[in-house]
């Protein structure tokens, strides 16, 4: 289950020395995309850089990358045995994510990671990975609506919580195409610990990083991927510039280009799984905010004049799904609706009912065909590739249906 608070984590790691400095990455979404535009950064620089996210996409050890590498199954679960005996004998009883994040920690630690980027696992104050103290950067991206019954019910009460891991003395990257309620909340915050801030957007970069503009002029991005893009390379030159000799990060930008984020508008094939030969689209969209990202991209890429999309859509137990779903699905779209099975590590993570999703997907207008698919995910897969006959398909709703979908395809490999 999810229980929100530092003490356990703090317990756990008490004697644990932090032998590496982070970059503390927290938001509603982009805060992977920012943590792998940084990894790639500082590793393409020769910095020994570790790299924690959540949640792991295939297997749990995914999560924690070092060198760009994911680290090996036998260390993870070495320094995983390690951690839970600690737990034990002191009669913490972590939660699966401080246990989690300890173990990242530890491993950073027996790595002699010189940099480790953190991503937030929820919120930001009572987030156990805001047990750091050893942090060069903080960076806060774009916040919206989402985990309310954790975070609280307005937008400016999970800016507050997202805002929690600013620290006194660190400095701050903040994307500034947040929405006003959310500025004025962190910017009172920065405030508030007098420390230094950097608002960072797109619209700026010419003025606050103009070599990044000329990149930007050469590459195909969508908006988000810009602002996030802002959000590394702001953050890299805060982390370089406190680490030892001053260093050009500028002269890294190339390497942007090179970076691959799974599960964010990534064009996969199916053709292992149901013969299809015409590229899927794979997004994790899962919230109101990245679903409408996820709406734009699609509106203006995959549908011709008057084409309807057809979709693999699932989502987690507790889920907005008006709100996600009314963004991405237009009339006369077809719907298999799915879910994903048990997520490792997770045991309280549910999908909602197929049937109760199929229900919430009908109200919708003018939508076409919708089926129900609950248990297994390929019949869904199948049946949406059919439908769509070689036209648009995209699988979304939910990371962990994305996670699903990626083991089907390694499982097929073999």
Same mark, same amino acid.
């Given at each position: 289950m999810i229980e929100l608070g530092l003490s356990r984590v703090s317990r756990l790691l008490q004697q644990t020395p932090f032998n590496w400095k982070?970059?503390?990455?927290?938001?509603?979404?982009?805060?992977?995309? %920012?943590?792998?535009?940084?990894?790639?950064?500082l590793s393409s620089d020769g910095v020994r850089c570790?790299?924690?996210?959540?949640?792991?996409?295939? *297997?749990? $050890?995914?999560?924690?990358?070092i060198g760009e590498r994911v680290v090996q199954e036998s260390l993870f679960r070495q320094i995983e045995d390690q951690v839970k005996l600690r737990d034990q004998k002191l009669g913490? !009883?972590?939660?699966?994510?401080?246990?989690?994040?300890?173990?990242?920690?530890? %491993?950073f630690n027996h790595e002699q990671v010189e940099i480790g980027v953190v991503e937030v696992g929820m919120g930001g104050r009572l987030?156990? @990975?805001?047990?750091?103290?050893?942090?060069?950067?903080? #960076?806060?991206?774009?916040?919206?609506?989402?985990? &309310?019954?954790? +975070?609280?019910?307005?937008i400016e009460e999970i800016a507050q919580e997202k805002?929690?891991?600013?620290?006194?003395?660190?400095?701050? #990257?903040?994307d500034s195409t947040n929405e006003a309620a959310v500025l004025r909340t962190l910017s009172s915050r920065i405030q508030e610990l007098g420390i230094d801030a950097t608002f960072v957007s797109p619209d700026k970069v010419q003025e606050q990083l103009p070599p990044l503009a000329q990149l930007f002029e050469k590459l195909d991005l969508e908006p988000h991927q810009k602002e996030n893009m802002c959000c590394a390379v702001s953050a890299?030159?805060?982390?370089?510039? @406190?680490?030892?000799?001053?260093?050009?990060?500028?002269? +890294? =930008?190339? &390497? =942007?280009?090179?970076?691959? $984020?799974?599960?964010? +508008?990534? *064009?996969?094939?199916?053709?292992?799984?149901v013969g299809r030969e015409e590229p899927v689209l794979l997004d994790g969209a899962h919230n109101p905010q990245s679903a409408d990202v996820l709406g734009k991209y699609v509106d203006r890429k995959l549908r011709s004049q008057s084409q309807s999309v057809t979709w693999v859509v699932a989502a987690s137990s507790g889920? *907005?799904?008006?709100?996600?779903?009314?963004?991405? %699905?237009?009339?006369? *779209?077809?719907?298999?609706?799915?879910?994903?099975?048990?997520?490792d590590g997770m045991p309280w993570v549910m999908p909602t009912n197929a049937s109760e999703l199929k229900g919430a %997907?009908?109200?919708?207008?003018? #939508?076409?065909?919708?089926?129900?698919?609950?248990?297994?995910?390929?019949?869904? +897969?199948? $049946?949406?590739?059919?439908?769509?006959?070689? !036209?648009?398909?995209?699988?979304?709703?939910?990371?962990?249906l994305i996670s699903d979908v990626h083991r089907l395809l390694r499982d097929a490999q073999k």
């Open positions: 982070a970059i503390h990455i927290a938001g509603t979404n982009g805060k992977g995309s %920012i943590s792998a535009y940084l990894s790639h950064l570790g790299r924690f996210t959540s949640p792991h996409l295939i *297997d749990r $050890w995914d999560c924690i990358t913490i !009883g972590a939660s699966e994510f401080e246990l989690l994040t300890a173990t990242a920690f530890e %491993i987030d156990a @990975t805001n047990i750091l103290s050893n942090v060069l950067v903080s #960076v806060i991206a774009k916040i919206g609506m989402d985990h &309310q019954a954790f +975070l609280g019910s307005t805002g929690g891991i600013l620290k006194p003395g660190v400095p701050c #990257v903040v890299l030159c805060l982390a370089l510039r @406190t680490t030892g000799p001053e260093k050009d990060a500028f002269s +890294l =930008l190339p &390497q =942007l280009a090179n970076v691959k $984020w799974p599960g964010r +508008l990534e *064009d996969i094939s199916i053709r292992s799984l889920k *907005d799904l008006a709100g996600v779903f009314r963004s991405i %699905i237009r009339p006369g *779209d077809n719907i298999a609706t799915a879910e994903f099975g048990p997520v %997907i009908e109200s919708m207008p003018a #939508v076409g065909q919708v089926q129900s698919f609950e248990g297994e995910l390929t019949p869904a +897969l199948k $049946w949406a590739s059919e439908v769509a006959q070689g !036209g648009p398909l995209v699988i979304a709703g939910s990371l962990y």
